[in-house]
């Protein structure tokens, strides 16, 4: 079928809930992609931070073959080995103790906030309720995480939202601590927010929050569906802070380009679950763990983070320069390579822009161009991107 045909089908046959580009990719290799004309495209979206070894990893392609020959879904009526695998390897790589598995990250940060809910529930009874979550949140879709994702054009017509979540402005101590009371049970960020414009949190206000949930008895849950699994220069962002969650949702990045999510707790936290809690008939299901535990093993073995750190740090540079240049270029954010370029102006024309000279980028909160490419992306590829946005900048008026 030619793009056109698909184009038109895709329109019949879907809903409409994506503008798409006019292209289609049927091949993936490292950061480059390969459209249905044969035309090459070199891919700092990464499926969205998914891609984090590159399309189609030999090891994790591997690994799904083994896997779908000899066994794709069982339920969680039964141990399943893949499963196991990648819980030990969450654990024995993070601050948790206990993982979960499930399909997707709306699901695990849905998964999360229930956990904190039951938690409070049986130590202190059904008061204790609330969530409190940042202003800039990108959470997930769900109705739950929808309310917790500070986006209103996101939850418009899709009333009445799920009670009990507050919002308060990211990085900011003293509102957070007006906010917090006896009914707190949770409080959820993004260590690093991604559709929020890519932006960390301060060292100070992760530490003045998890002092609030430790006083409170209030469960910390870090999202790290988008700046986790080395993105950002440490295996998970959490590391930046010398603190520890409670919670940690994973999702993304976790099994190399396969739909799955986890759930990373504490013993204490996981305690409040047992069976009969939560649920999931597909999550934890053995191809999407053996993708998991294939992609885990290769980005522990490389020490992908240290990757991550070094290029991140070289792409920093080169979008400083760009910076300088440009006045309309406000300043780049983020950590590694979870990297940002804000703009003054709205950045959605530079993304087709970038497209049509075979750049794919994305543009987040109306005015910041992202960039969370392949870990394995290399400099000359990273000059060959900025010289394509040197280009189309210079097209923009009164630069
Ligand atoms: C993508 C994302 C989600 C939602 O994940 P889905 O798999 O699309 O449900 C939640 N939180 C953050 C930080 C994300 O980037």
Not at 81 to 100: C, D, M, R, T, Y
Not at 129 to 147: D, P, Q, V, W
Not at 179 to 200: A, F, K, L, Y
Not at 274 to 291: K, R, S, V, Y
Request: proline share 3%; charged share 25%; glycine share 10%.
């Amino acid at each position: 079928m030619n793009i056109n045909e698909l184009i038109t089908n895709g329109e019949s046959y879907l809903m409409n809930t994506y503008k798409r580009l006019p292209v289609t990719f049927i091949e993936g290799k490292g950061c480059l992609l390969i459209d249905s004309e044969g035309n090459e495209y070199l891919d700092f979206l990464g499926g969205i931070a998914c891609n984090n070894l590159g399309h189609s990893p030999a090891a994790v392609v591997k690994a799904i073959k083994d896997q779908a020959e000899k066994l794709l879904h069982v339920s969680n009526y039964f141990w399943i080995e893949s499963q196991v695998e990648l819980g030990k390897i969450l654990v024995e790589n993070s601050f948790g103790n206990k993982a979960f598995f499930c399909n997707s990250g709306a699901e695990a940060n849905e998964g999360a906030i229930k956990l904190a809910r039951k938690y409070a529930f049986k130590k202190y009874g059904a008061h204790k309720n609330e969530i409190i979550a940042m202003k800039g949140s990108f959470h997930g879709r769900t109705l739950t995480t929808l309310t917790a994702t500070d986006n209103e054009k996101y939850k418009e017509g899709y009333g009445p939202l799920p009670s009990g979540i507050k919002f308060v402005d990211f990085n900011d101590i003293e509102e957070i601590k007006k906010v917090v009371s006896q009914n707190t049970c949770g409080i959820i960020m993004e260590p690093i927010q991604g559709e929020g414009g890519v932006t960390p949190a301060s060292i100070e206000f992760v530490k003045a929050v998890k002092d609030i949930c430790v006083e409170n008895d209030i469960l910390l849950i870090f999202d790290e569906i988008q700046c986790g699994i080395a993105r950002t220069g440490k295996l998970f962002a959490y590391e930046h802070f010398n603190v520890e969650p409670d919670i940690m949702t994973l999702a993304k990045a976790l099994a190399g380009g396969v739909s799955i999510g986890a759930i990373v707790a504490t013993d204490e936290a996981a305690l409040a679950w047992q069976p009969g809690d939560h649920g999931t008939t597909f999550g934890g299901n053995p191809l999407a763990c053996a993708a998991g535990v294939a992609n885990m093993n290769v980005i522990i073995k490389e020490k992908m983070w240290e990757k991550a750190a070094i290029t991140g740090e070289y792409f920093e540079k080169k979008l400083l320069e760009l910076v300088d240049k440009f006045k309309f270029i406000k300043k780049v954010k983020g950590k590694g390579l979870m990297l940002g370029l804000e703009l003054e102006i709205e950045g959605g024309s530079f993304v087709q822009k970038a497209f049509n000279q075979r750049i794919i980028i994305n543009c987040t909160a109306g005015n910041v161009l992202r960039f969370v490419p392949p870990l394995i992306i290399e400099e000359k590829e990273i000059d060959q991107l900025c010289e394509v946005l040197h280009g189309i900048f210079m097209e923009t008026e009164g630069y």
